[in-house]
């Protein structure tokens, strides 16, 4: 019988860390350590979920600190080694080993990552401000927070000053001169902190940035703590440059702080952020308006020659300009565009205007000059051009195309785009990406007040109204496109009366969708607040399968709006439909309880109204959600109900996916033959019905079912047309899954290299769209293929990944068989008590979900000889 030690053991054989110089040098012995702890305790190793529970980090965090991939905090570090069963001189010993890679890691020279393997550097800072000019003294200040030895703490910079004094001028060109100092990359957000809709909360925000360091979809936590924590994980040990860009308040940036000295911060804000300065130790910079040298200098870089002969005219101007660079820049445009007139002429045209609106306040606001500039610059533009600068002040979102600027000011989207060239040209935009554009706040601001002065109430709803219209029409669009629409609830609102953007593939709507996204969310939050509650519960219905697809944070946004609209509506179909969409993201968040009681509110609702066609989708997602919790009893009776439901109502599409659901579950117990003719009848349904990607999806699974019965080739043609499908329609999530289990037939069919290739493909598609479940099952994949050519080592790195994200997000098959693959690659390197409790483990797991793999488990464990341990 095992006993379990009372007391600690002090004969514990040493921890060499001499030869600890790198990161994965540091993870092995903190590995080893791991190992003798388990040896200690005889109860096996602490898991990744003990670790977290006993630390209240994140599972993930645990893991990347034990595998090498990031560099745990001197305070985490500490903790970790105390629990793994560090002595009090080995903590010392792994201590200083820790500073060492610390050190390396600093010292390390930037490598390109598509020669090194790492991965992808953020480099997200916007371009370099052109001509810019001035701010010496600045700039030095910025520099000195740089110099000097290692810093202990995080250095943050926070450049203050009023609007248009150019912040975020100075912030970028300083970033842009000391990004080589930061290897491994720079990260950009703009906190619109004076937007005129709202400022970006910092849940968006962390969302944002760690999207930016490759963590997304189910990783990404939804509480604004936990994102922070990751962040801050995802951080730890890099040397990373952020620019927080125009913030509002102290409390919108502190979340956003890295916690590793090795990043540096510029905060930009109107704000002066005595907070920040006082108790997290920023450096305040601030900013006033240019000196008139540089102010001079600058429009005499901008106007050119004719600058030279008018000195006076140019400090003139400069002054009437409140040496603002952002309105030095638009008067400067103003005067390029009219060569033939001198610049007296146009200064004293400047100030008549000034005098005339009487913008000049008694305090010399020099926000003031700012608008009169605007105003100077609007005047003299052609009339189309002027209106559309205004109507585009109502856009709700944050960037926009000439579809977008055409609904909003009536016109075709050719005369849009030119009258955006010509805004773009006057400054009074600028560009972001190919053909969309953005505005400055100061200048948003301007145009949504022109926009209220010049326009009735009826012409800026009948505006927004074209806009909306026209942003559902192309999602309806693009959705058909890549087979994600539901026909059975088309869209309520009309043709829009400005054709979106054409799309004509499913690669140019998926590319459509992932850029608006930002916009859509802003949509539907407008529409829903502001009197078009049908369009928020239409872009909820037509969005659900492709926010489906890992846009989890976006998802729980636009259903929650959707739901909220059809409650203040009475739409109870409209909510049936939101509570789903809810559900099934949280279900994808694994958070089981909160998806559980919004499906039932759901099927509670659908119920009330005699919604048949939504009581088989609540019911098709409540049996996903048993079988994946291991329940396959309640999971299938709740999958028969949704299929009796279906049936009734001719719903094919339905159907097919309630039979698929229920021979996954089968599948899961060992039943593949009657798990192999659900599938095939779903794919046969799914055809019939025309959806494209439910029949892939059932050929998918039928693949692997025939594997499972041994019909390889028969299952590696199925998993071919089911790729085949799913590429056309650029669906990456179930192009991973097919290639996921072509993997595996070749690995049947004694073919492991072929496998290998077929896994990596795969595992990156997994990583592009951050799909932890099939990553998991891919990495076991890889395990099972690293043993199969006689690399046992290389398997339990894969395995050992593999099992760090399924127990994350509690998927217990995946476990199971990364245990099972842990067993056997222990028991090829000779570790027979590890081999022994990673089986144990395993049959435990399969044991728990009624899976006929627990009898193999338990053959193995009886064939395994004994160890000293019993």
């Given at each position: 019988?095992?006993?379990?030690?009372?007391?600690?053991?002090?004969?514990?054989?040493?921890?060499?860390?001499?030869?600890?110089?790198?990161?994965?040098?540091?993870?092995?012995?903190?590995?080893?350590?791991?190992?003798?702890?388990?040896?200690?305790?005889?109860?096996?190793?602490?898991?990744?979920?003990?670790?977290?529970?006993?630390?209240?980090?994140?599972?993930?965090?645990?893991?990347?600190?034990?595998?090498?991939?990031?560099?745990?905090?001197?305070?985490?570090?500490?903790?970790?080694?105390?629990?793994?069963?560090?002595?009090?001189?080995?903590?010392?010993?792994?201590?200083?080993?820790?500073?060492?890679?610390?050190?390396?890691?600093?010292?390390?020279?930037?490598?390109?990552?598509?020669?090194?393997?790492?991965?992808?550097?953020?480099?997200?800072?916007?371009?370099?401000?052109?001509?810019?000019?001035?701010?010496?003294?600045?700039?030095?200040?910025?520099?000195?927070?740089?110099?000097?030895?290692?810093?202990?703490?995080?250095?943050?910079?926070?450049?203050?000053?009023?609007?248009?004094?150019?912040?975020?001028?100075l912030a970028v060109h300083w970033a842009h001169r000391v990004a080589d100092r930061f290897p491994d990359g720079q990260l950009y957000v703009n906190l619109r902190g004076y937007d005129p809709e709202q400022p970006m909360p910092p849940t968006d925000a962390l969302a944002r940035l760690l999207t930016s360091l490759r963590v997304t979809g189910a990783e990404i936590p939804i509480d604004v703590e936990d994102r922070a924590a990751r962040y801050r994980t995802q951080l730890a040990g890099r040397r990373m440059l952020i620019v927080l860009d125009n913030a509002a308040t102290v409390e919108q940036v502190r979340p956003l702080l890295p916690g590793t000295p090795s990043c540096a911060v510029v905060v930009t804000s109107r704000d002066r952020l005595a907070g920040l300065v006082a108790r997290d130790g920023a450096?305040?910079?601030?900013?006033?308006?240019?000196?008139?040298?540089?102010?001079?200098?600058?429009?005499?870089?901008?106007?050119?020659?004719?600058?030279?002969?008018?000195?006076?005219?140019?400090?003139?101007?400069?002054?009437?300009?409140?040496?603002?660079?952002?309105?030095?820049?638009?008067?400067?445009?103003?005067?390029?565009?009219?060569?033939?007139?001198?610049?007296?002429?146009?200064?004293?045209?400047?100030?008549?205007?000034?005098?005339?609106?009487?913008?000049?306040?008694?305090?010399?606001?020099?926000?003031?000059?700012?608008?009169?500039?605007?105003?100077?610059?609007?005047?003299?533009?052609?009339?189309?051009?002027?209106?559309?600068?205004?109507?585009?002040?109502?856009?709700?979102?944050?960037?926009?195309?000439?579809?977008?600027?055409?609904?909003?000011?009536?016109?075709?989207?050719?005369?849009?785009?030119?009258?955006?060239?010509?805004?773009?040209?006057?400054?009074?935009?600028?560009?972001?990406?190919?053909?969309?554009?953005?505005?400055?706040?100061?200048?948003?601001?301007?145009?949504?007040?022109?926009?209220?002065?010049?326009?009735?109430?009826?012409?800026?709803?009948?505006?927004?109204?074209?806009?909306?219209?026209?942003?559902?029409?192309?999602?309806?669009?693009?959705?058909?496109?890549?087979?994600?629409?539901?026909?059975?609830?088309?869209?309520?609102?009309?043709?829009?009366?400005?054709?979106?953007?054409?799309?004509?593939?499913?690669?140019?709507?998926?590319?459509?969708?992932?850029?608006?996204?930002?916009?859509?969310?802003?949509?539907?939050?407008?529409?829903?607040?502001?009197?078009?509650?049908?369009?928020?519960?239409?872009?909820?219905?037509?969005?659900?399968?492709?926010?489906?697809?890992?846009?989890?944070?976006?998802?729980?946004?636009?259903?929650?709006?959707?739901?909220?609209?059809?409650?203040?509506?009475?739409?109870?179909?409209?909510?049936?439909?939101?509570?789903?969409?809810?559900?099934?993201?949280?279900?994808?968040?694994?958070?089981?309880?909160?998806?559980?009681?919004?499906?039932?509110?759901?099927?509670?609702?659908?119920?009330?109204?005699?919604?048949?066609?939504?009581?088989?989708?609540?019911?098709?997602?409540?049996?996903?959600?048993?079988?994946?919790?291991?329940?396959?009893?309640?999971?299938?009776?709740?999958?028969?109900?949704?299929?009796?439901?279906?049936?009734?109502?001719?719903?094919?599409?339905?159907?097919?996916?309630?039979?698929?659901?229920?021979?996954?579950?089968?599948?899961?117990?060992?039943?593949?033959?009657?798990?192999?003719?659900?599938?095939?009848?779903?794919?046969?349904?799914?055809?019939?019905?025309?959806?494209?990607?439910?029949?892939?999806?059932?050929?998918?699974?039928?693949?692997?079912?025939?594997?499972?019965?041994?019909?390889?080739?028969?299952?590696?043609?199925?998993?071919?047309q089911a790729l085949a499908v799913f590429r056309q329609l650029g669906h990456r999530q179930g192009q991973a899954n097919s290639l996921d289990n072509l993997g595996s037939v070749h690995l049947s069919l004694g073919q492991p290299h072929q496998a290998v290739e077929y896994f990596t493909e795969a595992l990156g598609l997994c990583r592009e769209i951050d799909d932890r479940e099939v990553r998991a099952w891919v990495l076991n994949g890889l395990g099972e293929a690293a043993r199969a050519t006689g690399r046992p080592a290389d398997a339990v790195a894969h395995h050992t990944e593999a099992?760090?994200?399924?127990?994350?997000?509690?998927?217990?098959?995946?476990?199971?068989?990364?245990?099972?693959?842990?067993?056997?690659?222990?028991?090829?390197?000779?570790?027979?008590?590890?081999?022994?409790?990673?089986?144990?483990?395993?049959?435990?797991?399969?044991?728990?979900?009624?899976?006929?793999?627990?009898?193999?488990?338990?053959?193995?464990?009886?064939?395994?000889?004994?160890?000293?341990?019993?």
């Amino acid at each position: 019988m095992a006993h379990r030690s009372t007391g600690p053991v002090f004969d514990l054989p040493p921890l060499d860390v001499s030869g600890v110089r790198t990161l994965p040098d540091l993870a092995t012995v903190l590995r080893a350590l791991r190992r003798r702890h388990a040896r200690q305790r005889r109860d096996g190793e602490l898991t990744y979920r003990e670790l977290a529970a006993r630390t209240g980090w994140s599972t993930a965090a645990v893991a990347e600190y034990l595998t090498g991939k990031t560099l745990p905090p001197t305070d985490r570090f500490d903790i970790l080694v105390g629990l793994l069963g560090a002595t009090p001189v080995e903590q010392g010993m792994l201590a200083t080993a820790r500073d060492r890679v610390a050190e390396q890691h600093r010292r390390a020279p930037r490598r390109s990552p598509a020669r090194s393997g790492q991965r992808s550097v953020p480099r997200q800072l916007p371009a370099d401000v052109f001509a810019f000019m001035g701010r010496g003294d600045q700039l030095a200040h910025l520099d000195a927070m740089l110099a000097g030895p290692a810093p202990t703490a995080v250095v943050i910079s926070a450049v203050s000053g009023t609007a248009g004094v150019g912040k975020t001028a100075l912030a970028v060109h300083w970033a842009h001169r000391v990004a080589d100092r930061f290897p491994d990359g720079q990260l950009y957000v703009n906190l619109r902190g004076y937007d005129p809709e709202q400022p970006m909360p910092p849940t968006d925000a962390l969302a944002r940035l760690l999207t930016s360091l490759r963590v997304t979809g189910a990783e990404i936590p939804i509480d604004v703590e936990d994102r922070a924590a990751r962040y801050r994980t995802q951080l730890a040990g890099r040397r990373m440059l952020i620019v927080l860009d125009n913030a509002a308040t102290v409390e919108q940036v502190r979340p956003l702080l890295p916690g590793t000295p090795s990043c540096a911060v510029v905060v930009t804000s109107r704000d002066r952020l005595a907070g920040l300065v006082a108790r997290d130790g920023a450096r305040r910079v601030d900013l006033d308006l240019l000196p008139l040298p540089d102010a001079v200098a600058l429009l005499r870089h901008l106007v050119g020659a004719r600058a030279e002969a008018e000195p006076e005219a140019v400090a003139t101007l400069a002054h009437l300009c409140a040496r603002l660079p952002l309105a030095l820049r638009v008067a400067a445009e103003r005067a390029a565009a009219h060569p033939a007139a001198t610049l007296a002429e146009l200064t004293a045209e400047l100030a008549d205007r000034q005098r005339r609106l009487e913008l000049m306040d008694a305090d010399g606001d020099p926000r003031a000059a700012v608008t009169a500039v605007f105003s100077w610059s609007v005047q003299h533009l052609p009339p189309s051009a002027a209106r559309t600068f205004r109507m585009l002040g109502l856009h709700p979102g944050t960037d926009f195309d000439e579809y977008a600027a055409a609904a909003l000011s009536g016109t075709d989207p050719a005369a849009a785009r030119a009258d955006l060239d010509v805004l773009a040209r006057a400054h009074l935009l600028h560009p972001v990406a190919t053909g969309r554009y953005a505005m400055h706040d100061l200048l948003r601001a301007y145009a949504s007040h022109l926009a209220a002065t010049h326009e009735s109430d009826a012409g800026r709803h009948a505006a927004l109204g074209r806009l909306f219209d026209t942003y559902l029409g192309t999602v309806h669009t693009a959705t058909e496109l890549l087979d994600l629409t539901d026909p059975r609830r088309p869209p309520r609102a009309g043709t829009p009366a400005v054709p979106g953007r054409p799309l004509f593939n499913p690669e140019t709507a998926r590319a459509w969708l992932d850029a608006e996204l930002p916009n859509l969310a802003a949509v539907v939050t407008h529409t829903g607040a502001e009197g078009w509650p049908a369009h928020t519960i239409d872009l909820s219905a037509l969005l659900y399968r492709y926010l489906d697809g890992g846009h989890y944070a976006t998802a729980l946004t636009i259903h929650t709006q959707a739901y909220q609209a059809a409650e203040l509506t009475g739409d109870q179909s409209g909510q049936a439909h939101a509570l789903l969409g809810i559900g099934v993201t949280h279900l994808h968040l694994c958070q089981y309880e909160r998806a559980v009681d919004h499906l039932r509110r759901a099927l509670a609702v659908a119920e009330r109204v005699d919604d048949r066609t939504q009581r088989a989708r609540v019911l098709t997602v409540l049996g996903n959600l048993e079988r994946l919790r291991g329940r396959p009893e309640p999971a299938a009776d709740y999958l028969r109900r949704a299929m009796d439901l279906a049936e009734a109502t001719d719903d094919d599409a339905q159907q097919a996916l309630a039979l698929s659901n229920l021979g996954t579950v089968d599948a899961q117990q060992g039943r593949y033959e009657p798990a192999a003719e659900h599938f095939a009848r779903a794919a046969e349904l799914a055809n019939r019905a025309g959806n494209r990607l439910g029949e892939a999806t059932a050929l998918t699974n039928l693949g692997l079912a025939e594997q499972r019965l041994e019909r390889h080739r028969s299952a590696a043609d199925h998993l071919r047309q089911a790729l085949a499908v799913f590429r056309q329609l650029g669906h990456r999530q179930g192009q991973a899954n097919s290639l996921d289990n072509l993997g595996s037939v070749h690995l049947s069919l004694g073919q492991p290299h072929q496998a290998v290739e077929y896994f990596t493909e795969a595992l990156g598609l997994c990583r592009e769209i951050d799909d932890r479940e099939v990553r998991a099952w891919v990495l076991n994949g890889l395990g099972e293929a690293a043993r199969a050519t006689g690399r046992p080592a290389d398997a339990v790195a894969h395995h050992t990944e593999a099992l760090g994200i399924a127990a994350e997000i509690g998927a217990r098959e995946p476990q199971a068989r990364a245990h099972t693959g842990l067993g056997y690659a222990h028991r090829e390197l000779g570790d027979l008590a590890r081999a022994r409790q990673h089986f144990a483990h395993a049959l435990t797991g399969y044991t728990e979900l009624d899976s006929l793999e627990a009898e193999n488990v338990r053959t193995v464990l009886a064939t395994l000889p004994a160890t000293e341990d019993g």
